[in-house]
Structures are given as C-alpha cells and as structure tokens.
C-alpha cells in the first residue's frame, strides 16, 4: 500500500532510519576532534641524562733516579806487596828488570813480625779490604795478585798492571822492616825517574800521597814514623813500582813490622780494617777532588 506522495512507508521508514545514522556519527567525530589524543609514549621527548664528565688518568709517578755511587766508572789498582812464594823462589825474584833507567831485582820477600807473621800476608789481607770498601763506593779495583801462593809479580810487571787498566789511581801497600825501635808509618810517593818517564805523575802523586796519609792517620791513629821520611812522607827514585807507572801511584809503608808496638796493631785484624780504611779512605778523596 502508497501513501498519498506515492511512496511507500516502508521507503519513508528507511531514509529517517538513515538520516539520525547519519548525524549520530557526524556527531561523535566532531566530539572526537575537540579533544587532541595523549601522545603516545613513543612520541614524548625524553631529556637525556648528562653524560658523566670522565675522571682525570693518574699522572705516572716518576721512576725514582738511579743511585749513582761516588767512583762509579773509576778504576783503582791496589797492588799488595811481595808474595807467599817468593822466598823458596829466589832464581826467580833475584832476575834483574827494568825499573826507570836501571835495572834491579824483580822482587823481595819481604819482611814480618818477630813472631813470623809476614808481610805478604798483612798486605794481601789489608788490599783485599780496602778493595771491598772501594767496590762499594762503585769503584772498580784491580789487584795485582788475589792470593799468598804465588810469586812476583815482578816490579814491572806490578807498574805495568796499572797502566794497563788505566787505572784513576795506584797504590802499593807494604809493611816495613824497619829498627826495632822504629814506629809508625809513611807514605812514599814517586820522584822524577832517572829515565824521566813518569814525569806526567809527580804532581798527581803528591797529592794522592797526601790525602792518603790524612785518611790513614785519621783511621789508625798510627803516629808518622819517627826512623824515616818527614812528616810520613818521602819521595824516592829507586822503586821500580813508581819509576815505571804512568798512572798517579803511591807505597804506603803502613807499619814497622820489625818494632814491638806496631808488630801488635799489624797481627790484630780490627787493626787492619783500620788501615784499610784509611786507604780505601784516601784513595776516594783523591779521586772526589
């Protein structure tokens, strides 16, 4: 059945139906877009956090500077007189060498106590400490021998040593024979030889010799002694030792082997530290100076 438009109700019905359908939903999308959405999580800005500043690298601490030792790089040469096997060697040690211009015996036996101690013995055992004192001051020392069983070497070879070894400083150490009423000790240092050959070494010598007579005497207490040299000091142009060194090079006579008094200090080995302090003493003041 048509109403009186010629459309159907049923038609009417549907096209009102569609119409409110309609405005509904213009009308939830009008609410919708007059309220912005919440962004989302993703599209926050997010303040970073400051980047911690880096600490300071430790400066290294600085590695500490080697010790240098007072006669580092210095060469000593201590020559300990005479040797255990000389006087059962006389074919030997009677042979004449050179000595500075002349010739003369290439060793002696050397002298010793009443009571027999000899003075190889007494100079070996002092040059071996006063090498241990030099050493440790950074020295290095040459000995012209290491043991008492041997024989010579003869002078020349003695001096020789030490020019050899370009040695800084030289130094004969010996005991004396001298009178039994003799004491003390003395230093002898070289005068010019009959050859002139150790010309070079009478100045440094002389000052070598004395510093190693105020060292001795500081260390020992030996008095200068009172039968030979002045003052404990003597020059002298017959020792082959000195005549031939082209190094500064002195002979210390430490003692009188042959006096009551001096014969005690020698066999007495507190003593000899004594003496070989005071050489090793001497020996490093020449060579600071």
């Known amino acids: ?50 980047s911690p500043s880096p600490s300071p690298s430790p400066s290294p601490s600085p590695s ?14 201590i020559d300990p007189g005479h040797n255990g096997g000389n006087a ?23 002298t010793e106590t009443d009571d027999g101690y000899p003075e190889y013995a007494f100079t070996l055992d002092v040059a071996q400490r006063a090498a241990f004192l030099l050493r440790r001051e950074g020295a290095r020392v040459v000995l012209t021998r290491t043991t008492s ?12 040593i030490g020019n050899e070894a370009h040695a800084a400083a030289a130094i004969s150490i010996h005991a004396d024979g001298g009178p039994a009423s003799g004491i003390g000790f003395h230093v002898i240092e070289p005068a010019l030889a009959p050859d002139r050959g150790n010309a070079a070494i009478i100045a ?25 040299a002045q003052q404990g000091l ?25 006096g009551a ?10 003593w000899r530290e004594k003496a070989a302090e005071g050489i090793a003493d001497g020996l490093s003041r020449y060579l600071r100076s």
């Open 1 to 50: 059945m048509k109403d009186g438009s010629g459309e159907g109700v049923t038609s009417v019905s549907r096209r009102v139906a569609l119409v409110v359908i309609g405005s509904l939903t213009s009308l939830m999308a009008c609410s919708a877009g007059s309220h912005p959405a919440a962004p989302s999580p993703a599209s926050r800005s997010v303040r970073a956090a400051p």
């Open 64 to 77: 500490p500077s080697p010790v240098t030792l007072p006669l580092a790089g210095r060469t000593i040469v």
């Open 88 to 110: 059962a060697a006389a074919s030997v040690i009677n042979q004449l060498v050179p000595a500075g211009g002349f010739e003369k015996p290439c060793d002696t036996a050397g």
């Open 149 to 160: 069983s041997g024989v010579g070497p003869c002078v020349d070879v003695r001096a020789a």
């Open 204 to 228: 440094p010598s002389q000052r070598l010799a004395l510093d190693v007579r105020a060292a001795f005497l500081e260390s020992t207490a030996e008095p200068y002694a009172n039968y030979v």
């Open 234 to 258: 003597i020059a002298r142009d017959d020792l082959g030792g000195l005549n031939l060194s082209r190094v500064p090079k002195v002979f210390i006579e430490c003692a009188n082997m042959r």
């Open 261 to 270: 008094a001096d014969a005690l200090r020698v066999k007495d080995p507190a």
